[in-house]
């Protein structure tokens, strides 16, 4: 188990002809029609959103200051330990000056990051079983130890309470199309020109998209830098596979499936550490050595031709968006 093994072993149990045609990169993330109910085998540590409220109607002449939110993933576990890594969650805050009441919005997953990222293999079921929704969470108060203390809370711009309750109609539609967390972005090359295969949706995105919106929406954003965390994974071009159905279906292809089933299963939770590290030098053999990944992205597997330097994390600008003041008559 510990030997790297040869490249056949793992290599891509399918021919040439499954590549797919010439296609739109990144591949567009698909948004569905109604979010559905998730399934009790999914589990969370930790409850997803305990204190959520829904989106008051905000009076149209109110004032309402729009705050920057970033802390370490797990702060409230670890402290700074995944910000000096720079592996940041990001969320937008809200405070109406007519009532002085303060709300913090953000969108993370149902069931935590390892979930949303790698399924679960279950006995008796063929395919492999994925708890990966994410959605948005809206409640009163904002923690200002919990931002400041290791990370940012720092005021954007300020909105009126008309463009508010656009927002929040966005907001709405947004999180009931977009149920789907994508941990990561999949390119060709660390250079910044390089060609994006998949984008990656999770929370940083749903702030940037909220931000679009309200400069959408006329808000004119102050001239602060801005940066935000990403996974990307460095790859040649990504061959399509299927999905669920035409790979583990009745009439779908066994052998690929075994090889999807054999390649997420080093990265279960591990009881040991023996186990943690057996499993380790698996992924590192099959990734890095010979060079493959399978993503599971818009509920389709695809095949990922694993290139140097295969995974970086970066924290990189994304700057603040250009609002048009006469957007909303403002």
């Not at 009790?40 to 729009?66: H, L, N, S, W």
């Not at 990734?287 to 990922?304: A, D, K, M």
């Amino acid at each position: 188990l510990l030997l790297p093994l040869p490249a056949a072993a793992w290599g891509p149990p399918f021919s040439g002809g499954l590549r797919s045609p010439q296609r739109r990169w990144p591949v567009p993330y698909r948004r569905f029609d109604y979010r559905p109910k998730t399934d009790p085998y999914c589990q969370a540590r930790y409850t997803f959103c305990p204190t959520g409220c829904a989106i008051p109607v905000m009076k149209e002449e109110d004032v309402i200051e729009v705050y920057r939110l970033q802390a370490p993933v797990w702060e409230f576990k670890y402290g700074d330990l995944l910000g000096h890594l720079k592996i940041m969650h990001d969320a937008v805050g809200f405070k109406s000056s007519l009532t002085g009441k303060n709300y913090t919005m953000e969108w993370y997953e149902l069931f935590q990051l390892g979930n949303c990222t790698f399924p679960h293999l279950r006995p008796g079921m063929d395919a492999p079983f994925w708890c990966n929704q994410g959605a948005a969470c809206f409640y009163e108060g904002i923690d200002d130890a919990h931002w400041k203390e290791n990370g940012t809370l720092v005021l954007v711009t300020t909105i009126s309470g008309t463009m508010f309750n656009e927002m929040a109609k966005w907001v709405k539609y947004d999180n009931e199309t977009g149920i789907y967390y994508e941990t990561w972005t999949v390119q060709a090359s660390p250079d910044k020109q390089s060609t994006v295969w998949f984008d990656s949706y999770e929370c940083s995105k749903f702030i940037l998209r909220t931000y679009q919106k309200l400069a959408d929406l006329g808000a004119v954003f102050r001239k602060i830098q801005t940066n935000y965390t990403s996974i990307i994974l460095f790859s040649g071009e990504p061959i399509y596979l299927g999905n669920e159905t035409s790979i583990f279906g009745p009439l779908g292809n066994k052998t690929l499936a075994a090889a999807i089933r054999d390649f997420y299963y080093p990265f279960k939770p591990h009881r040991t550490v023996r186990e943690f590290f057996v499993d380790l030098l698996k992924i590192i053999d099959r990734v890095i050595l010979n060079g493959q990944f399978y993503l599971f992205y818009n509920l389709e597997y695809w095949f990922l031709p694993m290139k140097f330097p295969y995974l970086k994390i970066i924290y990189e600008e994304v700057p603040l968006p250009i609002g048009n003041k006469t957007s909303f008559g403002i």
